[in-house]
């Protein structure tokens, strides 16, 4: 599995002052009772996880892009977060101001396409929100069935986010995970066409679904 979050920095220029917005992704886990791992721009890897960087050119604006890889899921909780960070400068050449945008993805092995995304809303918070929390993910037999527990996509937090805190579960009060399409049929129209209907599912994750898709095989 891995996570990917891209994002362009906010600027905002007042008088010969730019305050320059930027991000970072972070994975917390605890892979045993006395180590805490937490991964981002700082430790760039911990108990099979492992984080890279690089910037890329688009249409003349830099983007940036952090991706976490995890070689195994180990029976813990993950926590998936990403932070704000701010820093002032005097600005010595013409800088253009521009809106801090970002989008968080999640990438299966066995699929082609992303099987998540989420655009984060941090243009749309107040000033003093830092943190969004992206998602928590239960382990043990690959992704036991509690899942991936995604979290309210337009929910930003001055508080900084733990594993101990943030990533245990309440069956009875949360909604946990996708479910499958339902009446899902496939009706063989002739040998080259099949013709597919469904239902969209009847748990969401905790957060509307704006697409999915279908993988035959």
């Not at 983007?63 to 960070?85: C, H, W």
């Not at 801090?100 to 749309?124: C, G, M, N, W």
């Not at 399409?181 to 704006?210: C, F, H, K």
Request: charged letters at 20%; one cysteine or more.
């Amino acid at each position: 599995m891995a996570v990917v979050l891209t994002w362009s920095e906010g600027v905002a220029v007042s008088g010969t002052k730019v305050e320059v917005e930027s991000l970072d992704l972070h994975v917390e886990f605890q892979p045993q009772d006395d180590v805490l791992c937490a991964v981002d721009h700082a430790l760039r890897q911990c108990n099979g996880v492992k984080l890279a960087s690089d910037v890329i050119s688009t249409g003349g604006r830099l983007t940036n892009v952090q991706a976490t890889k995890f070689d195994f899921i180990g029976d813990f909780n993950y926590l998936i977060y990403t932070s704000r960070n701010k820093f002032t400068k005097t600005s010595i050449d013409k800088v253009k101001a521009q809106q801090l945008t970002a989008q968080l993805k999640i990438y299966s092995p066995r699929h082609s396409h992303a099987v998540y995304e989420a655009d984060l809303p941090f243009d749309l918070g107040e000033d003093s929100s830092k943190f969004w929390i992206g998602f928590c993910v239960r382990g043990g037999q690959g992704i036991n069935d509690l899942g991936v527990t995604v979290g309210d996509p337009q929910a930003l937090s001055d508080k900084k986010p733990s594993v101990y805190r943030d990533c245990v579960v309440d069956p009875e009060q949360t909604t946990i995970g996708i479910s499958q399409p339902m009446n899902l049929e496939a009706r063989q129209i002739n040998p080259d066409y099949v013709e597919i209907s469904w239902e969209e599912p009847s748990t969401d994750g905790g957060a509307s679904i704006s697409h999915y898709r279908l993988f035959i095989q």
